[in-house]
């Protein structure tokens, strides 16, 4: 299973620093958590901030854009040297245009459902795009409880990807720790975004990121 590690929970005063750990610990993308204050009552942070993580490290990039009406935004994520932008369905009422959009900026296309939302909100988008990231605590907040009903949205989301037979990338943000990383990994998902269980202050981020690992290859 992929880990990709978002800073929001990072140690912003060493960016730099800490994503470079994050790198040396073997993780494999870098989660971007973009939040405008509209869509979610939260705000972190925008292209800029991308921009400068990217510059940080050679490992891709991904923008989880919690944004309204994102397609004002995409231009801004490519100049920021971004591989993948994920958007909310709940965000996006002409998510074919949107998707399209991001396609021809050159970059991968993820979409996002909220908790509740219903899966078939995307069905007809997956065969389209890169990624699919179910959403397993309500955005907007880092160090959140995971939603133990996220285990079987997971499960069905695999389900319909293997009947539509796409192979886009099943991920998976919100709660992740050593503790519900494999329930997650045995529904189906493919990568695992894991925010407080790396940045935390009660642990380094190596540390952070073996405790995972250890998790995925226990036999029990
Ligand atoms: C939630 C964000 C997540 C979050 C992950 O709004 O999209 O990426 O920061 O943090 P943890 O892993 O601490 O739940
Ligand atoms: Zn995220």
Known sequence: MKLAPSIY???FA???EQIREAEQAGVDWMHLDVMDGHFVPNITF???VCAAVRRSTNLPCEAHLMVQDPDRFLADFQRAGMQRVIVHVEACPHLYATIQNIRK????AGVAL???TPLSAVEEALPLVDLVLVMTVEPGFGGQAYISHSTQRVQRMRAMLDRL???????VDGGISAETIRLVRDAGATIAVVGSAVYSPHHTVAEGVRRLREALAAQT
């Open 9 to 11: 929970t990072a140690d």
């Open 105 to 108: 900026l050159g970059m991968q």
């Open 14 to 16: 060493r960016l730099g």
């Open 165 to 171: 037979g796409v192979s886009a990338e099943l991920e």
């Open 114 to 116: 909220n908790p509740l």
């Open 46 to 48: 925008g292209a800029l």
